[in-house]
């Protein structure tokens, strides 16, 4: 598959994920546009590009904003569409914030690809929130949505945009739920991103890693590289266009397992038990594993990245641009 020369924007660019896929793009030839409102407290973070900020562009825009990102969605081929809040329990203190960039953010995106002479393909990341508890496991993209918080209700709207766009207007558009993605480059410093950057933090301070009783709770960890293979599938692949799909490696570990995990790894830390906070317990899911078949049979796509191998790459990514991080 060739990307050279077509024109890629990625919204969220300096963050985790979006910032990964950047450098996949930008190895590729692709000319790559990275759109970031750089929020205070969410994953942006300049670091994440400096070995390749000559070779892509930088735009400092709020998709809150229709006319500043208007540009940029126009001239594209391919829009990755990454930004968002993502903090669970911000959505739910906040919900109008939530409902500004997950929902109104996107529909932005959407109508101005949708008035575009050439619509650009739009590739949105749903989330396993969109599932909530699911009354089987594993769940796929044919997974009845009954989201438990304002983010999961807001990106199942995404998922629904996504339909109608597609269906409606003839927007080239693609859905894909992520599961728990981890690896280089991801916000550590703040406790709202996930038990995972929350884990790898304490480790590398030294500090206790607490795990919520009885800690058997399992999560389908993906390396963030499977994430970009897949992404990049379904911005290229034909077939992709008006469908969804899920990315996550199928498979489960306990949250205990991967705090021992990550203490091995890094070789500091240490893990304890301790009860749940009261208001913690209202929005837990139990057990999250994903089927990613339809990946697999579209597009020969497998997780190639084991947890073990992933939490080396990370921990040495962190270890070597610490103060970028921490
Ligand atoms: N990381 C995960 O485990 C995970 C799991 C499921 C789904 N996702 C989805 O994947 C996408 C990327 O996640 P990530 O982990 O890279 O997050 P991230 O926070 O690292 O990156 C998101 C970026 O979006 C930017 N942003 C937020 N609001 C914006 C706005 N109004 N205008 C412009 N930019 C804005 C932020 O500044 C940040 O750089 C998100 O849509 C997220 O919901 C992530």
Known sequence: MSW??????ITGGLGFIGSTLAHDL?????????????????????????????????????????????????????????AAQLSRTV???????????????????????????????IVFTSSQAVVGRPASLPFDETTQAAPLDVYGANKRAGELYCNLYYESHGVPTVAVRLTNVYGPRAQLSNPNYGVINNF???????????????????RDFVYVRDITRGLRCL?????????????GTGDATTIYDLAEAIVDTAGSGSVKLVPWPDDWESIQVGDLRSDPSKMCDHFDWEPETDLTEGLVETIDYYRDNLEAYL
């Not at 050279?4 to 924007?9: A, H, P």
């Open 4 to 9: 050279e020369n077509t024109n890629v924007l």
């Open 26 to 82: 930008a190895e590729l030839d692709a000319s790559v546009t990275l759109l970031d409102a750089k929020l205070e407290d969410y994953g942006a973070n300049p670091a994440n590009v400096d070995t390749i900020r000559d070779n892509v562009t930088i735009v400092e825009a709020d998709l809150r904003d229709v006319k500043d990102v208007a540009p940029y969605v126009t001239q594209s081929d391919v829009v990755f569409h990454l």
């Open 200 to 218: 790898i933090a304490a480790a590398l301070r030294d500090e206790t890693l607490t795990v919520f009783e009885p800690g058997t709770m399992k």
């Open 91 to 121: 959505s739910n203190e906040n919900p109008a914030t939530d409902a500004e960039i997950n929902c109104q953010g996107f529909l932005n995106v959407l109508s101005v690809a949708k008035s575009a002479t050439d619509s650009p393909r």
């Open 235 to 247: 911005g290229f692949e034909q077939r992709a266009v008006g469908e969804r799909y899920t990315l």
